[in-house]
């Protein structure tokens, strides 16, 4: 079973955005949620931290939801962090960059809570 | 008028005449190094459809955020309970519509670069009928970073791919 009170980092640019995640992960039953507003605000953030899942946008400034991918995933310590990609970018190149890059989940926006749910269960498993 | 003096102002004349059509020719030919297809042919068209992108968007969130607050205004508060249930429910819905600001300000800022643009070739082509030919150049190249090409913003209808094939992707 998932631990509830894991946390959850979640990183966009628009705040709007954020507070939407937030209250959709928590109406979901997630207590510890924290936010961030770009890519590297991310990664020192993951730096201080362990969280059990990152969910983030990809065209943020200055560093990108694709970049704080592959910096997760270049670093031995937060390498095994689930990441999911929750963006506007529908490209196929973009699913498939992100998926080589490693990415273990892709969400396009604008998105449902049920959206959501069904791939927080993909991911981290029923809850 | 004497002969010599005629002469001399229709050689006057016509080395003016000669002037102003090489003017006119240097400028043309400096406005043709500044034409740029893509600006008519993909931004300006791009940017309209950003632009009705938008409304639609707008449009379809006000829609569902004005139904979600008539269901909870029709609500019967008898069974607080279930009443509970549906306020929680319709306010998820207004939270996911409320998305729509995510998207239309990725889409506004599409439209804002195409203004830019067209703000940049505006200047260009008054340099070159000033006659500052020699600030002009053709739009600079600017290096290519793999990563940016993946930065499009939000699809239009048609194009992209739909949640349903990305899960496929992912199965």
Redesign the interface.
């Known amino acids: 079973m998932v631990d509830m009170k894991m946390p959850i980092l979640i990183v966009?640019d628009?705040r709007?955005?954020l507070?939407?995640v937030h209250?959709?992960l928590a109406?979901l039953g997630f207590t510890d949620i924290d936010e961030a507003s770009d890519g590297s605000q991310a990664l020192a953030m993951m730096k201080g931290r362990d969280y059990g899942l990152v969910i983030s946008d990809?065209?943020m400034q200055p560093m990108?939801g694709?970049?704080l991918l592959k910096s997760v995933r270049a670093d031995q310590h937060l390498k095994a962090t689930p990441f999911i990609m929750v963006t506007?970018?529908?490209?196929?190149?973009?699913?498939?960059?992100a998926?080589q890059a490693g990415v273990n989940?892709?969400?396009?926006?604008?998105?449902?809570?049920a959206?959501l749910k069904a791939k927080l269960k993909?991911v981290l498993g029923e809850f | 008028m004497a002969p010599d003096e005629a002469s001399a102002r229709v050689r006057k004349l016509t080395q003016e005449c000669v002037d102003i059509v090489r003017t006119i020719l240097v400028a043309r030919r400096e406005m043709g190094k500044l034409h740029d297809p893509s600006l008519r042919e993909v931004h300006l068209p791009r940017a309209s459809e950003e632009i009705g992108a938008i409304l639609a968007l707008t449009e379809s969130a006000t829609n569902d955020i004005m139904l979600a607050a008539e269901d909870m205004m029709s609500i019967d508060f008898k069974n607080p309970e279930l009443a509970a249930e549906i306020v929680n429910d319709q306010c998820m819905k207004i939270f996911e519509a409320c998305s729509f600001q995510d998207i239309t300000g990725q889409r506004i800022s599409s439209v804002l670069k195409t203004l830019q643009l067209v703000e940049k070739k505006i200047e260009e082509l008054e340099g070159a009928w000033s006659g500052a030919s020699s600030s002009i150049r053709a739009s600079e190249e600017v290096p290519v970073d793999p990563d940016a090409a993946l930065l499009n913003g939000p699809a239009l209808d048609g194009e992209g791919i739909q949640q349903d094939d990305i899960d496929r992707l992912f199965a």
């Open positions: 966009d628009y709007t955005m507070r939407i209250n959709l109406k990809w065209n990108t694709f970049e506007a970018e529908s490209k196929v190149e973009n699913v498939v960059a998926r989940n892709y969400i396009i926006k604008p998105f449902s809570a959206v993909t």
